[in-house]
């Protein structure tokens, strides 16, 4: 028999595994066709990330989501885009714990677009720091447009997801 302990991390390191593979697909993917907005991402590593935080534990999903982060910017980045996405990812996974104390009134696309929002909003934040240009927020709105769409793309995948056996039995 697999210990629990076992079997949660078998499960950290597939997830991390697939949201390594999702990030490199979004750094290679030619977002430009879809959207002409600078730095704008599907976000669909976040799958993985926020299917570990609900099925697992909000403390794994913060362990994948930072050694992703940390993965994805020696890998495809550089120090900005480590910041960049390390401000993001503490908000939006503030935004998953907020969903997580009030479960019954989100699903996984509100969760998915409160994240992607919390997620925009941090990396502005980062950007108006590392810039020293508060002006970056005019951004926002239009970041916050894209949080809708690509957070319903994203809520639409877990969706589905979230029913396989494995997550249900972590």
């Known amino acids: 028999m697999i210990s629990s302990r076992v079997k949660r991390l078998t499960l950290d390191a597939m997830l991390l595994c697939v ?3 999702l990030s490199y697909i979004e750094a290679i993917l030619p977002l430009s066709l879809i ?6 991402k599907l976000g669909l590593a976040n799958v993985a990330v926020t299917l570990c935080f609900f099925a697992i534990s909000p403390f794994d999903a913060a362990i994948v989501s930072f050694t992703r982060i940390c993965l994805t910017a020696l890998l495809f980045g550089n120090l900005n885009s480590f910041f ?4 993001g990812a503490v908000l939006a996974y503030f935004g998953m714990v907020i969903s997580m104390i009030l479960k019954k009134h989100f699903s996984f696309y509100g969760i998915s677009v409160l994240s992607a929002s919390l997620h925009n909003l941090g990396q502005c934040v980062a950007a108006a720091v590392i810039l020293e240009n508060p002006g970056i927020f005019s951004y926002l709105p239009l970041l916050l447009i894209f949080a809708l769409i690509f957070g319903l793309i994203t809520g639409a995948i877990i969706t589905p997801l979230s029913k396989l056996r494995v997550f249900n039995h972590a």
């Open 84 to 87: 960049f996405s390390l401000s």
């Open 19 to 21: 949201a390594m593979m």
């Open 35 to 40: 959207v002409t907005l600078p730095g704008a």
